[in-house]
Each structure stands twice: as C-alpha cells, then as structure tokens.
C-alpha cells in the first residue's frame, strides 16, 4: 500500500524557519513526481510546490524565493524548507504523489492526479 | 494564472444525484483535459475522485463521474450517499505547469 507519512509542523514566530517532511512506503519518490499543496484555515486548496522524479522544481508565486522543496532518495523522503515565514503561511501542509507518466512513443505526459497524500501538518505562523 | 470558479455550496437529497460545476477564466479548461477532481471530509485529506475529465480511479465508486463542456468542467453525484457530504475541489494542470484548484464546494445530504 502506498502511503505518506508527514512530521514537523508547529507554531514559528514570523520571519522564522521551518522544515516539513513526508516519508513514503510502497512506491519510490525518486520516480514520482511529488508536490505540497496547503490549506489556510476554513480556506481551499492552494498548490505551492513540485519536485519532478528527474529532481528539478516549481513554485507558486506566494512561496517562490523563501520555500524550498528537496529530497533524501536513500530516507524516501521529501521535505519542505520554509523561510521567511509569514503569518499567510499559517496552514494546513500536504504532500502528494503527483502521478504523472511520460509516453515516449506518443510524447504525451497523462497526468493522473495526486493520488496518494499524507496526512497532513499544521503549520502556525503567529507572534 | 487560471482560475477556477466552483459555486460555494450545493445539495441533494439522500438517493437523488449533484452536479458540481467548475469554470475556468479564459479558454485554459476548453482547450485542456488535465482535470482532476478531489473530495475531502472534515478534517482529513483530500482524496482523488477523477483525473482527466473523465477517469475515475481504481476504488472510487461509478456514482462519481466527470465531464468537460467548452470552459467548464463538471462533477456529478448520483444516488447520493450520507458519506458524500464534504468539501469537493476541482484542479487544474496549467500551461505554466502548476497545478491551480478551485475554491471548493460544500456538498450537503440532505
């Protein structure tokens, strides 16, 4: 079965660091996509970041140039540097199996959705 | 940036079926069919319901079923169930390749 197991949330004053990450059992990261989506209290889903199985990354406007996402292949695990946090960034963090397969006889990427999440990570940006 | 347009709240009685509509901005939804659907309960996670328009995959009941028309794509609900009562997002992959949701859907059983 595969499954996301999320640590590291908690409350940081602004301006502060924080570090997410998400271990994953049953498939293998490094031949995923993966990406972190978060959700302000009582607010939707916003997507923030993806690292793509050949290791380069994407942002979203609202966290590019202070949030930094990485990998560890041999932990299986994923993480989310946060800096410069702000108190918009108080959230709930997922991480997400971003299934994407590349077809090389047709070149055409089929994009399955996030299809496998974790639990979730409150973090709380407050002074 | 796309963006996509979800009414705030829908509902249906126990056995009777829900559309929930998601439109985009410009032509981004008519001219692409990365979209996915996702469901989530209070509290927990969200759960993929459909990717590209139409697919459901593997564990997620027929009842859920999804479709395109020009800029608008749309989730139906049949034969609700007490269990379908939670929020329902609806997400876009986009041409700068980032993923863009709606702003969700209250689906209350009545």
């Known amino acids: 079965e595969m499954q996301l197991e999320q640590s590291g949330g908690g409350l940081i004053q602004p301006g502060g660091s924080l570090r997410l990450s998400c271990v994953a059992s049953?498939?293998?990261?490094?031949?995923?996509?993966m990406s972190w989506v978060r959700q302000a209290p009582g607010r939707g889903l916003e997507w923030i970041a993806v690292?793509?199985?050949?290791?380069?990354?994407l942002y979203a406007d609202s966290v590019k140039g202070r949030f930094t996402i990485s990998r560890d292949n041999s932990k299986r695990a994923l993480y989310l540097q946060m800096d410069s946090l702000r108190a918009e960034d108080t959230a709930v963090y997922y991480c997400?199996?971003?299934?994407?397969?590349?077809?090389?006889?047709?070149?055409?990427?089929?994009?399955?959705?996030?299809?496998?999440w974790g639990q979730g990570t409150t973090v709380i940006v407050s002074s | 940036q796309s963006a996509l347009t979800q009414p705030p709240s829908v509902s249906g009685s126990l056995g009777q079926s829900v559309t929930i509509s998601c439109t985009g901005t410009s032509s981004d939804l008519a001219n692409n069919n990365r979209v996915s659907w996702y469901q989530q309960s209070p509290g927990t996670a969200p759960k993929l319901l459909i990717y590209e328009v139409t697919n459901r995959p593997s564990g997620v009941p027929d009842r859920f079923s999804g479709s395109k028309s020009a800029n608008s794509a749309s989730l139906t609900i049949s034969g609700l169930q007490a269990e379908d009562d939670a929020d329902y997002y609806c997400?876009?992959?986009?041409?700068?390749?980032?993923?863009?949701f709606g702003g969700g859907t209250k689906l209350t059983v009545l």
């Open positions: 690292m793509y199985s050949g290791g380069s990354t």
């Open positions: 997400s876009l992959f986009t041409s700068a390749n980032t993923w863009v």
């Open positions: 997400a199996r971003d299934h994407r397969e590349y077809n090389y006889k047709t070149d055409y990427y089929s994009y399955y959705g996030m299809d496998v």
């Open positions: 049953g498939f293998s990261i490094s031949s995923d996509y």
